[in-house]
């Protein structure tokens, strides 16, 4: 079973923390935002004189459905990072106030 962010060493809880950041900067470039435009531009209103195409609905819940997850997974990674920068900052506190 993984330790807890604060019962980690500092350095552990720095490694940690680059770590999910890098993952998670991995995942908006190359997940989220992606998902994200495919569905601005399955969804984005065709200006007159081009040809428009015909736009189901299930592909339109489909491609939300993918963001929604896609959402889903960048809130946990941020909250996981989150919680290891909080865990951070109280170690560094105690050590700064300790002396």
Same mark, same amino acid.
């Given at each position: 079973?993984?330790?807890?962010? $604060?019962q980690?060493?500092?350095? &552990?809880?720095? /490694?940690?923390?680059?770590? %999910?950041?890098?993952? %998670?900067?991995?995942?908006? =470039?190359? +997940?989220?935002?992606?998902?994200? &435009?495919? %569905?601005?531009?399955?969804?984005?209103?065709?200006?007159? +004189?081009? &040809? @428009?195409?015909?736009? =189901? *609905?299930? /592909?339109?819940?489909?491609q939300?459905?993918?963001?929604? @997850? $896609? *959402?889903?997974?960048?809130?946990?990674?941020?909250?996981? %990072? *989150? =919680?290891?920068?909080?865990?951070?900052?109280?170690?560094?506190?105690?050590?700064?106030?300790?002396?």
């Open positions: 079973m993984k330790r807890a962010p $604060s980690l060493t500092l350095r &552990e809880m720095f /490694s940690d923390s680059e770590r %999910l950041a890098s993952e %998670l900067v991995e995942h908006l =470039e190359l +997940g989220f935002i992606p998902t994200n &435009e495919q %569905l601005i531009r399955l969804v984005r209103v065709v200006p007159d +004189g081009i &040809e @428009k195409r015909r736009v =189901e *609905d299930i /592909s339109v819940r489909n939300a459905a993918e963001l929604l @997850k $896609s *959402d889903n997974f960048t809130q946990e990674l941020f909250e996981k %990072l *989150d =919680e290891y920068l909080k865990a951070i900052d109280q170690s560094v506190n105690r050590i700064i106030t300790d002396k």
